[in-house]
């Protein structure tokens, strides 16, 4: 029989292996897991507070624009309401009659009356009135102007639901007042007032009648006659 001999080494050289550990039991790998669970977690934490900022400043910045269209609306409404009582309140000045008092006579003058009427609530100040006439054979132009002199320039006050009445002489010539009564020319007899009313505001009427001979009267002309 062969004899087997085993080498003497020194006791110092003998190692001992140990069982290798399963890997769920290596403490490293969780500490490694753990951290890079926490690192996640500060990332969504980071990116949540970054969304919830922005989120905060749109609220923010919806929150200011609710209330800027708040208090235009309260201002609009506040204007409206103002515009309603001035309304409600100024005066209105219209044109409440205009007549021939005169007709035309040897001196070819014609007298005509005009009645103003506040129909407001308060009275219409620095009234200013202007009238004139205006001859033609043909179509009225688009602007009128005041082109005869006009003693009717001196400012007054109308008191509310008052009239007064002024006089003009439209001093014809022999050529116009002959047109006229052959019916080859029109007269327009025109004229605009100007008031203010207690708020500060300043209106303006305006109106325009033709001289209709058949009848010896004026008719309102549908042009011109307006108010503010």
């Known amino acids: 029989m062969p004899t087997f001999a085993w080498p003497l080494l020194p006791f ?3 190692v001992l292996f140990a069982p290798e550990k399963p ?9 490694s897991v753990c951290t890079l669970l926490l690192a996640c977690a500060t990332i969504w934490l980071a990116l949540e507070t970054r969304r919830m900022r922005k989120g905060s400043e749109g ?23 103002k515009t309603l ?9 219209s044109l409440n009659a205009i007549s021939v008092e005169s007709h035309l006579t040897g001196n070819l003058c014609m007298v005509i009356g ?17 009238t004139d006439y205006y001859m033609t054979a043909g179509a ?6 005041f082109l005869h002199p006009d003693p009717q320039t001196t400012s007054y006050c109308l008191a509310p639901h008052a009239e007064r009445g002024i006089q003009r002489v439209f001093p014809l010539t022999r050529a116009e007042a ?32 033709r001289y209709e001979r058949p009848l010896q009267k004026f008719i309102a002309w549908p042009r011109y006659n307006k108010m503010d």
């Not at 009225?140 to 102007?145: D, T, V």
């Open 114 to 130: 005009i009645t103003l009427l506040n129909t407001g609530q308060t009275p219409a100040q620095e009234v200013a009135v202007r």
């Open 140 to 145: 009225i132009p688009e602007q009128l102007e």
């Open 59 to 81: 609220a923010m910045k919806g929150m200011e624009r609710h209330a800027a269209d708040s208090a235009s609306a309260a201002r609009l409404s506040a204007e409206a309401t």
């Open 23 to 31: 890997w769920y039991q290596n403490w490293e790998l969780w500490v």
């Open 178 to 209: 002959e047109l006229l009564a052959q019916h080859q020319s029109a007269l327009y007899a025109y004229g605009s007032a100007e008031y203010s009313d207690v708020f500060g505001h300043r209106h303006t009427t305006q109106w325009c009648s």
């Open 12 to 14: 110092s050289q003998f």
């Open 85 to 93: 009582v001035e309304i409600g309140q100024r005066p209105w000045v």
